[in-house]
Every structure is written in structure tokens, then in C-alpha cells.
């Protein structure tokens, strides 16, 4: 199997999802395109790893995680996992940086400080929503609250660096 389709099954664990809410759960940390989830999400229901539980409105499917589809995740977890890809082409830019002038390098640091300011109040909208749910679904989105309050984290120490950046820029051109 291959690392998709034990993502897709590790989002189902929590609970039924339709394939737009598996798509919107998985962009927190993996990105996946339609055209790869629904292609998983077939081969899963092929295997018996998944099924479909309701299609409510006649077009959404609502797919579950069987018993075995959680005996494959269980075994996955204690597999080791692979280092984290970077694909960054802000960061190729800021390899440029000596090639710039002063207001392109400052402007290409804005954009990303704006860019990780959406990105900090998107997730901290999210996860103010978290903090409203019953105990039980707090509970079930427990590992969800881990990657927010990550991804929060992250956002905060990319906006430290942006600074940081902004204050090198200036030293920089003014020699």
C-alpha cells in the first residue's frame, strides 16, 4: 500500500467522511489532489479496508473505516515514517536574495508575512471551533487540535523569522 492510502485510512479513524471533508482534513499536513483521494478511496473500498455507510444526498458518499482498515493503521503507526518534504519556492527565491535590490528582497519578505498571517488566523479560527464541540467530539478530534495548534506554532515562528529577515535585509543593503 502506499503512503496515501494509509493517510486516507488514518483520517477515517476519527470518524465517516465524505471525500471533500477527507480532502479538507488532509490539507493540514498532506497534499493530496482529488484526483488522487477518490483513485485511494476506491482501491480502499476494493480491499475492504473502508465502506460506504450513507450517500445522503444521493451524490456524497460518507466512507468508514471496517475492522480491518484500523488493523492496517494500527500496524502502520509503529512503522517508522519518512522525513517531511520540503517544497518551498519562496525559499528558492530567497536564495536570489544577493541578486536583488532592497525593495524586491523587502517585498518578496512581505508577501510571505502576509501569506503566514491568513494562514495563523485560518487555523486559529479552526481552532476556537474545537473548543465548542461536546466532550465527546473533543475527544475525537484530539489529534486534529495537535496539528492546529502545530501549524499555529509554525505560522508564529515563520512570521519571528520574517522579521528577522526584514532587520538582515536592511543591514545588508545598507553596507
Known amino acids: 500500500m502506499n ?3 494509509y493517510v486516507v485510512l488514518a483520517m477515517l479513524v476519527r470518524s465517516p467522511l465524505t471525500g471533500y471533508e477527507l ?3 488532509l490539507n ?5 489532489h482529488h484526483s488522487q483521494i477518490y483513485p485511494t478511496l476506491k482501491e480502499l473500498r476494493k480491499q475492504e479496508l473502508i465502506e460506504i455507510v450513507d450517500i445522503p444526498d444521493g451524490k456524497r458518499k460518507i466512507y468508514d473505516i471496517t475492522p480491518a482498515g484500523k488493523k492496517i ?10 522525513a517531511p518534504s520540503q517544497k518551498d519556492e519562496f525559499l528558492a527565491k530567497v536564495f536570489t ?3 536583488l535590490d532592497r525593495d524586491t528582497a523587502k517585498f518578496l519578505i512581505m508577501e510571505r508575512q502576509q ?3 491568513e494562514q495563523l488566523n485560518e487555523y486559529s479560527d479552526v481552532l476556537k471551533t474545537l473548543d465548542e464541540l461536546s466532550a465527546l467530539e ?6 486534529r487540535e495537535l496539528i492546529l495548534e502545530r501549524k499555529i506554532r509554525l505560522c508564529k515562528e515563520e512570521l519571528n523569522w520574517c522579521t528577522w529577515a526584514e532587520e538582515k535585509i536592511e543591514t545588508y543593503f545598507a553596507e
Open 3 to 5: 503512503t496515501i492510502s
Open 23 to 25: 480532502k479538507r482534513f
Open 28 to 32: 493540514l499536513f498532506w497534499e493530496a
Open 73 to 82: 493503521v494500527k500496524e502502520w503507526v509503529f512503522s517508522p515514517s519518512h
Open 97 to 99: 536574495m544577493s541578486a
Open 115 to 117: 501569506y503566514f498571517h
Open 138 to 143: 473533543r475527544r475525537k478530534n484530539f489529534g
